[in-house]
Nanobody, 120 residues
């Protein structure tokens, strides 16, 4: 059974930090690119950060560059999102995503999401 379980969300003041974790099980984690998405109320889900299978390449949304860092530990089947200098506009539900494409077959998995609220 495939599972992606996010944790680490919560309420933080502007300028603060949070570290999100996503623990994966039920599939070969090291073969999947991993990403974090977020969805704010009334807005579409957007890509925040992504990391390749071995962690050699990352990319970020312009709005979080320099503040957020994505990383992964393939030995622990876990991907992280370190979020610093948080702003109220970072408030959203954050989702973990696993993606693999092999030939014409795609596998995509989603976590249930974790709420991040940035407010004073």
């Amino acid at each position: 059974q495939v599972q992606l379980v996010e944790s680490g969300g919560g309420l933080v003041q502007p300028g603060g930090s949070l570290r999100l974790s996503c623990a994966a099980s039920g599939f070969t984690f090291a073969m999947y690119a991993m990403s974090w998405y977020r969805q704010a109320p009334g807005k579409e889900r957007e890509l925040v950060a992504a990391i390749t299978t071995a962690g050699g390449n990352t990319n970020y949304a312009d709005s979080v560059k320099g503040r957020f860092t994505i990383s992964r530990d393939n030995a622990k089947n876990t991907v992280y999102l370190q979020m610093n200098s948080l702003k109220p506009e970072d408030t959203a539900v954050y989702y973990c995503n696993a993606y693999r494409r092999q030939f014409n077959n795609e596998n995509v998995y989603w976590g249930q999401g974790t709420q991040v609220t940035v407010s004073s």
